[in-house]
């Protein structure tokens, strides 16, 4: 099973709202990332998680917050997020996070994100 | 932030052509180069991780060389075929950041 699987695929919400996105793998990989889209730009790294700790963080606003309760799951939990944090949110999964960035990355579908 | 730039933006070949574009990034703290293909509203599909300087990878009609003296990876499409239109992202990895051009949308029309 060589897919990561992410939920939900659209999301619109208020920004008052909190909600929360999930990724989730099954190929025993051991770092998980998430990466934020805008349209017509290239995909920016927003954390890392590596064993389930959190490796890497690209200086990103409070209101994101990353979670990775287990090794297969990796959960991004928003909260008074602003219209310009619409955008495709992306997940992907490695065998290592301590290699340098050799490992072949698995990316997820996305989840489409609109703020109101 | 660095810049990693591709190039075209877009592209449209007939069924058959072969084609190549460029990924072009810093000649120094290489790490490795990733390529990707992007279909729409599929998920980013791994092509290849490269290393070395002067690797060569192929992966069917789709291969790709390294020279990261001058920063820059080449991806090349033998006789393509519709199903290979899709976006064309690579990323340059430095320590444990990693940077993705803006992809190189190719169409094949049949």
Same mark, same amino acid.
Not at chain 1, 26 to 52: C, D, I, N, T
């Given at each position: ?116 | ?5 591709? &190039? %075209?933006?877009? #592209?449209? @070949? ?12 810093? !000649? ?14 599929? &998920? %980013?599909?791994? #092509?290849? @991780? ?12 789709? !291969? ?47």
């Amino acid at each position: 099973d060589t897919e990561v699987t992410q939920t939900p695929k659209h999301l619109v919400m208020g920004m008052t709202n909190k909600k929360s996105l999930k990724c989730e793998q099954h190929m025993g990989h051991r770092a998980m990332y998430w990466y934020k889209q805008k349209a017509k730009k290239p995909p920016e790294l927003m954390f890392v998680y590596s064993y389930e700790k959190l490796s890497i963080n690209e200086s990103v606003p409070s209101r994101f917050s990353p979670e990775c309760p287990n090794s297969s799951l990796l959960n991004l939990h928003l909260h008074a997020l602003q219209p310009e944090d619409s955008a495709l949110y992306l997940c992907a999964s490695s065998q290592e996070g301590t290699s340098g960035g050799v490992d072949t990355q698995y990316f997820g579908p996305g989840t489409r994100l609109t703020v109101l | 932030i660095l810049n990693v730039e591709q &190039s %075209p933006q877009s #592209l449209h @070949v007939q069924e058959g052509d072969s084609t190549n574009f460029t990924c072009s990034f810093p !000649s120094s703290n290489f790490y490795a180069l990733h390529w990707y293909r992007w279909e729409t509203a599929k &998920s %980013p599909e791994a #092509l290849f @991780v490269m290393t070395l300087n002067g690797d060569e990878k192929k992966k069917g009609r789709i !291969s790709a060389t390294l020279n990261t003296k001058e920063g820059y990876s080449y991806l090349y499409i033998k006789g393509s075929q519709p199903e290979d239109s899709a976006t064309y992202l690579c990323a340059f990895i430095t320590g444990n950041q990693f940077y993705f051009g803006t992809g190189t949308s190719l169409t094949v029309i049949p």
